[in-house]
Structure formats: C-alpha cells, structure tokens
C-alpha cells in the first residue's frame, strides 16, 4: 500500500517506463488495482519455506521470470534479507535503503546504490524517495495512490456506514473489544450503522461478538481485496488498526482514523488526499472517546458521543 504513490510518481516521471512488481501471492490482485503496474511476478516464500509440493518448481519459475530481461533498476523497497535474496535475482543495478534506514540493516551490505531517510520520515515518503533516487528525479507533488474506487459490494449497506476494521496481524495490535463496542454504539446513536470485516474464524467470532452489542452493526461476508477497495472507497469513514486495510481506505480518499496500540505511528500512520488523524502508541492504547474526537476531526459529522 506504502508502495503505490511511488509507482504514480514513476509512471508521471518517466512516461513509458515499464514497472515489474514482485509480490507475495495473496497480494497479487491487490498489487493490480494500480494501472501503472505492467506485470507482475508472484512469490510465495512463506510457503516455499514449508518445503511443499511443487515448491521448487515454483521457486525456479520465478527465477527465471526475474532473471528473463535486464532492468534500468532494480528497487527494493521492503529492505529485509528474504526481500533483498529475491531481488538479486534479477539483472539490473540494486537500490535499497543504507544501514540506518533498512528494516533489516544487513540487507543494506548488498545494495550497490543505497539511501537513508530521517527514522520520522513517513514509510511512503521513503519509498517514493527510493524510487525516485533509482530513476533520476525527486518527487515534489502530492501523495497519489493513483488507484481507482472499485464499486461498493452488492451487499454493503444503502444507507451512509462506517467500517470498523477491528482485525491485524499480530495479537499485540489489537484494541480491546469494549472500545469497539462503545463506538458502535456511539455511531449507532447517530444513525450510523458499522460494518465489521474478518478475515478468519477467530476475527468472524469477534466481528459477531462486537456487533451483538450493537443491533445496527452488520459483519461483511469474507471477502477479497477488490471488494474490500470498494467496501472502503464508499464508507463514510474508516476507523482501523495498523493494517494494510487502513492504509487502503487512506488510498481512496475516504476519512480515516488510525488506532495504534503496539506500534509506531510517526512513520506509519494512514496518510493520503483525503482527511486521517490517528490515535495510540506502542504501550500507549487510546481510549474510545480519543477515537471519537478524532473521527470527529476527520469527519465532522461523525464522532461525537
């Protein structure tokens, strides 16, 4: 998601450069909502590692697409050892982040042309940094996700909503429920119905949990990244963890509340041309009247208790 307003910016600043994606699999049909993506070669190192049928003969067809033609640049903006590995496969000269910025610092012993970036620069700030630094310009204009809204699920409620994306990777990111159910039952107040997203059985069970408490509140069937883009891109505000989901509805302009418990915001809060705030720190979880307040900042109509 961070990656998306440097693919805009390279596409305006180099018209007719072709751009090639390695992704992870499951990120695929996301990676495809940017237009300026010409192909996009899929990974799966996190089943690889698992040694499964077929693995290696997967493994070997990436390499071989990787190593198929010779690129002007080759960027690597996750700066991690496993995504540096990837990277070398390809022909081209290598850009990554220096010592100080790479995620993981050795990585940065394998890049032939490095940046460093500030630690409170902004992750997408970073990388439209990168990219430009590969490619010979410096980006000074807006942040432009350069996506298009997908249309709003069949099933999405008519009426105005606000989606709750209460779900995250790791444990340690997650708000409490009790919070969530006092927003809800806040924005219900309002007239504003939620809408609560999963992605497994144990986030399904909490989606249901939270809206019980809140009659109003509807659970979205299990869905995929395209009618997630269109669930966000027509809500009337987003309020979500630190997730991928968050910085989605950022990229479609919608107004959006960031709810930081276990890590930092500084350098990833959800930015983009519309209205975002953001609440929280590692340690430091907001409360439910500070998420209010900050939806009410990002939309006014909204938020008020």
Request: with cysteine; proline share 8%.
């Amino acid at each position: 998601m961070h990656t998306f307003p440097a693919v805009t910016d390279l596409k305006r600043e180099r018209p007719g450069a072709q751009l090639h994606w390695v992704v992870e699999e499951q990120y695929v049909e996301l990676a495809r909502m940017h237009p300026g993506v010409d192909r996009i070669i899929p990974v799966a190192i996190r089943r690889w590692r698992r040694f499964g049928a077929g693995a290696g003969r997967e493994a070997r067809a990436a390499r071989r697409a990787l190593r198929s033609q010779a690129y002007d640049a080759v960027v690597d903006a996750q700066g991690l050892l496993k995504s540096v590995l990837v990277a070398r496969q390809a022909h081209g000269p290598l850009y990554g982040f220096g010592w100080r910025t790479a995620r993981d610092p050795l990585a940065s012993l394998f890049y032939q042309r490095k940046v460093n970036f500030a630690a409170s620069t902004h992750k997408i700030a970073r990388y439209r940094g990168l990219m430009g630094f590969a490619n010979g310009y410096a980006p000074d204009q807006g942040i432009d996700y350069g996506l298009t809204a997908p249309p709003a699920p069949p099933w999405a409620p008519a009426a105005p909503y606000v989606v709750l994306l209460h779900s995250t990777a790791r444990a340690a990111k997650l708000w409490d429920e009790a919070s969530w159910v006092a927003v809800a039952q806040a924005l219900e107040a309002q007239g504003i119905a939620c809408v609560l997203p999963f992605g497994n059985d144990a986030e399904a069970a909490r989606a249901r949990r939270i809206a019980a408490k809140a009659p109003s509140a509807m659970v979205a069937p299990r869905i995929d990244f395209v009618e997630a883009g269109g669930l966000l891109a027509h809500a009337r505000a987003v309020i979500g963890l630190d997730t991928g989901f968050t910085h989605l509805a950022a990229a479609f302009n919608t107004p959006v509340v960031g709810v930081f418990c276990d890590s930092e915001p500084v350098d990833a809060h959800p930015v983009g041309m519309g209205p975002s705030d953001y609440c929280g720190a590692i340690g430091a979880p907001p409360s439910a009247a500070e998420v209010l307040a900050a939806l009410a900042r990002v939309a006014p109509a909204l938020g008020h208790a």
